[in-house]
């Protein structure tokens, strides 16, 4: 083992799972615990924490307000969320709150966990003297995938002259634009012409980690959600019909982050999908199958 | 419903007489076959009606000395009936109908004239009328019959869909309630089999070197690779502290015992396989809905419990639970953020008394006297049926009891159950009017 230990933060109202889970990673972390989201958020501004695990219906504060939180004071930290409850308000607020890592589901399985915590920490560790300043130059441009033509309006009356916007409803053609153009952020439906792309939502961040995806659906499906969380990587979660001000802040937020991601490319790893054997790829088209990997053989 | 059957139905068509027709011609008229069927012959001035002529009117005449030769010669005007029941053919049947009975005298001599617009279109028999209500009416109560049978089936329905409703709840609460107990536990059990693992790793070590050390013909050799081999793996391998350890067996038998405990209140609460019980303990009744209610509860809600000393009583107790835990559901409802219910149960004067109170939001004056009533719901449409305090009501009232309720809007609202403690139990004691401020 290492010199350096990556630190961990505990935090659920229930002592045994703690004691659990601290027994757990004991061997390989420092530890700290606490069944207090007060505590947690002093914890991580007195310690350096690398990874945080929180439960979410907590008494005092729920999870998603702890990593929201610790994203203020402790931003580089890797945000988990462990619950057993798989409330929609929960996860959209995991997501667009506090930008989680992944969602995890009690029960658990030990080794399973120790396997993500440690992504997350070896992520954490390899970052830690990131900081990302802002880029200079011009700013990327947005990708609006989505039937709906309102949005891409609405999209071009929020970004004026500032950023290129384009707009398709084609994958075939959203993944050639990711090519052939500097794009910062999609904003897209996981619905195109009455089918599911969230497949294809998760392949574009697997192979565009500093493109930041903002997905905007009627659609709420707890475990669509959560497997765009943990596949996809998705930046924000907002309600359909698109609002204006929330749109606006998400693409603010979204295109800060990626240029400090472009400034410091180790960043993107944060936004490392987990991989998936059985991850559905049957709606991808051979096409878009092809692109992909040529795309992977050029980067690699 | 047939309530638009019309008297057009009814129309016998008649020939008309013209008002100038002699009283002697109109007798040949009744003679005719083709009236043989009407009490009465129209009498047209065009098309319009201006009076019916009887075939009683006509033997009274005709029976009378010299009546043929007084009136045979005269025009049938004469004779007739000048203000005829006239009733127009869109009329419905009911109307009809009360209109004939107002009018036609008794005994009937008489048919009515039916109209359209003004217009004669033929003669309407009281019979035929009569008839035609009957099979009506009887038509109405067939209607009136099934549309009973489906309210009652469909009511049926609405209140197995509030018992699936509340049970759902319930499951879904305690599916979390076991989540947790069993997050740990499974977490304990597999680093349970990782230590295992290990051990099992050492011991195979601890075999070799006692192999070595027993056998005559090892070499110093030999007892340096397996010290070594050993010395590795003390290093790679650790066990938790003792303490650890210990807890790590405490924290997994609590889990498994709070899983059992949940499980047992989950069979006490349906007690299925129980239809009536005559050794129920109220309190523990209470303290299995409590339980169960723990999720709509959790830390937010502080149960205070005081219980009195209470007999065993004879009841169906999976229905009482559900009564307690609907109260207890509506009580945790009512409070936003944190607050506290109060269970009291008390044995007075041979009848039980169970008051679930609470600190919530209470309810206001004009929806207060409506909460028992089926259907009544304040809740946003599908997430209520509306039923679960009216079939809490129910329940009580089957078991002789009564439940009653007091509210005081942003203090917090009591109920309070009483019940008999035998069937042969004096009537209640009188409630003092108001009870004790809530607070």
């Given amino acids: 083992m290492s010199a350096e230990k990556a630190s961990l933060l505990l935090v659920d109202d229930e002592e045994r799972v703690l004691r659990s889970l601290e027994l757990l990673f004991k061997p390989h972390y420092k530890v700290f615990s606490t069944t207090d989201g007060n505590e947690a958020v002093a914890i991580a501004k007195r310690e350096r924490v690398n990874v945080i695990v929180s439960d979410q219906r907590m008494p005092i504060m729920t999870g998603v307000e702890v990593l929201r939180r610790i994203r203020e004071v402790s931003p580089n930290t890797m945000r988990l969320l462990l619950t057993g409850y798989s409330d929609l308000e929960a996860i959209v607020g995991s997501v667009n709150e506090g930008e989680i890592f992944r969602y995890l589901t009690k029960p658990w399985s030990a080794k399973e966990l120790l396997t993500t915590v440690g992504q997350a920490a070896q992520i954490a560790l390899s970052l830690q003297e990131e900081a990302g300043a802002d880029a200079t130059g011009p700013v990327p441009g947005v990708l609006v995938i989505d039937d709906d033509p309102t949005v891409v309006e609405m999209v071009k009356a929020i970004t004026g002259s500032s950023q290129q916007v384009k707009w398709t409803v084609d994958l075939d053609e959203a993944f050639q634009t990711l090519v052939d153009n500097d794009i910062a952020v999609v904003v897209c439906d996981i619905r195109l012409r009455g089918r599911d792309i969230s497949a294809a939502v998760k392949a574009l961040k697997e192979s565009n980690p500093q493109v930041l995806t903002i997905v905007q659906t009627q659609l709420q499906d707890v475990e669509t959600l959560r497997n765009l969380i943990n596949h996809g990587q998705i930046y924000r979660f907002l309600p359909k019909p698109a609002r204006r001000g929330l749109l606006e802040m998400s693409l603010h937020a979204a295109t800060r982050r990626h240029s400090s991601l472009k400034s410091a490319p180790k960043l993107a790893a944060r936004y490392q999908v987990e991989k998936n054997e059985t991850a559905p790829v049957a709606a991808l088209s051979s096409k878009l199958q092809g692109f992909l990997d040529r795309m992977r053989q050029g980067r690699v | ?439």
């Fill in chain 2, 1 to 439: 419903m047939q309530d638009s059957a019309q008297l057009r139905e009814l129309v016998i068509s008649a020939p008309g007489i013209p008002p100038d027709l002699l009283v002697n011609e109109v007798a040949e008229l009744f003679m005719d076959e083709t009236h043989g069927k009407l009490l009465s012959l129209p009498v047209l001035d065009g098309d319009r009606p201006v009076g019916v002529v009887s075939r009683a009117r006509m033997q009274q005449v005709l029976f009378r000395q010299y009546g043929r030769e007084l009136f045979g010669k005269k025009p049938v005007t004469a004779i007739m009936n000048d203000t005829p029941v006239v009733i127009e053919s869109n009329t419905n049947l009911s109307e009809a109908s009360k209109t004939v009975t107002e009018r036609l005298k008794f005994p009937v001599t008489e048919d009515f004239v039916i109209t359209e617009g003004g217009r004669y279109v033929g003669m309407g028999a009281v019979m035929h009328l009569l008839n035609a209500m009957e099979a009506m009416l009887a038509k109405q109560t067939k209607d009136l019959a099934t549309a009973y049978k489906e309210l009652k089936s469909s009511q049926l329905q609405l209140i197995q869909a509030e018992k699936m409703a509340s049970l759902g709840q319930m499951v879904a609460g305690v599916a979390h309630e076991i989540n947790t107990p069993l997050g740990y536990v499974k977490n304990n059990f597999e680093m349970l089999e990782m230590y295992v693992d290990g051990a099992r790793v050492m011991m195979t070590t601890c075999n070799g070197l006692a192999d070595v050390l027993l056998s005559p013909t090892s070499t110093e050799q030999d007892l340096r690779a397996r010290l070594e081999e050993m010395q590795a793996m003390r290093q790679t391998l650790t066990l938790p502290a003792d303490d650890d350890m210990t807890r790590l067996f405490a924290d997994t038998h609590f889990g498994i015992e709070q899983i059992s405990e949940l499980v047992l209140n989950l069979k006490n609460f349906s007690r299925l396989d129980r239809a009536a019980a005559d050794d129920v303990d109220l309190n523990e009744c209470l303290d299995s809905s409590v339980m169960l209610a723990r999720n709509v509860l959790k830390a937010r809600i502080n149960v205070v419990r005081q219980y009195g000393q209470l007999p065993r009583i004879s009841c169906l107790p999976s229905q009482l639970n559900q009564v307690f835990l609907n109260l207890l559901t509506n009580a945790a409802q009512a409070i936003e953020g944190q607050g506290s219910i109060l269970l009291r149960t008390e044995s007075k004067d041979g009848w039980l008394k169970v008051t679930v109170q609470d600190t919530g939001k209470g309810i206001p004056a004009d929806v207060l006297p409506r909460i028992f009533d089926p259907f009544f719901t304040t809740k946003p449409v599908g997430q209520g049926t509306g039923l679960g305090l009216s079939i809490s009501y129910q329940i009580i009232q089957q078991h002789n009891g009564d439940i009653r309720v007091t509210s005081q809007p942003g203090k917090g609202t009591r109920f309070t159950v009483r019940l008999p403690v035998s069937k042969d139990a004096p009537p209640p004691p009188e409630e003092q009017p108001e009870e004790k401020e809530l607070s």
